[in-house]
């Protein structure tokens, strides 16, 4: 059985710890050693991370194994997103050996759930256009609606797909 908990700042650290041992996996094909570096100095420092639910109004969600207390994954997000009736999902990463075994399906259908009860219509996000997680993402009912590419300085640029799945708001 698998938990979905709102993180707080005591467990910054454990999100950090599971975007450190993820990227490489996720990325390591993808981007350069010194761009994963990079990004994950830039956006999961403790600081950046704070700054994120503080400033950004990001929420993080933990999916924990209900009986070894494990840590699985995570997902952020925010509502509203540039105020429109979106839920933007920042993030999400499962810890390797998570993958393939509904917890990203169980983070993405919690999202949606908090979406759809704060009257948006619409969840979406960001993916690198060469990560393999697109094809779960249109299982999920998420399609690619546009590309953008995002300079985040030092040299380094995000090629993303933007994808949106619609929701039932009744």
Not at 52 to 74: C, M, N, P, R
Not at 81 to 93: F, P
Request: glycine share 4%.
């Amino acid at each position: 059985m698998i938990t979905v908990i709102q993180a707080t700042d005591q467990e910054l650290p454990i999100i950090r710890d599971i975007a450190y041992q993820t990227w490489p996996t996720t990325f390591g094909e993808i981007l350069s050693p010194a761009q994963i570096r990079y990004m994950l100095d830039m956006m999961y420092s403790l600081d950046s991370l704070k700054r994120q639910i503080s400033e950004q109004k990001h929420v993080f969600l933990l999916a924990q194994e209900t009986d070894s207390k494990a840590y699985l994954g995570y997902v952020s997000y925010e509502f509203d997103y540039k105020s429109q009736s979106k839920t933007k999902i920042h993030k999400i990463y499962l810890l390797p050996a998570s993958q393939g075994k509904g917890v990203g399906r169980l983070l993405i259908d919690k999202v949606a759930e908090l979406a759809a009860e704060h009257r948006n219509s619409t969840v979406s996000l960001n993916v690198n256009r060469y990560n393999k997680a697109i094809q779960f993402y249109e299982r999920m009912g998420f399609n690619v609606i546009d590309n953008e590419t995002i300079d985040i300085g030092d040299g380094f640029l995000m090629e993303d797909f933007v994808m949106e799945k619609p929701l039932n708001v009744t």
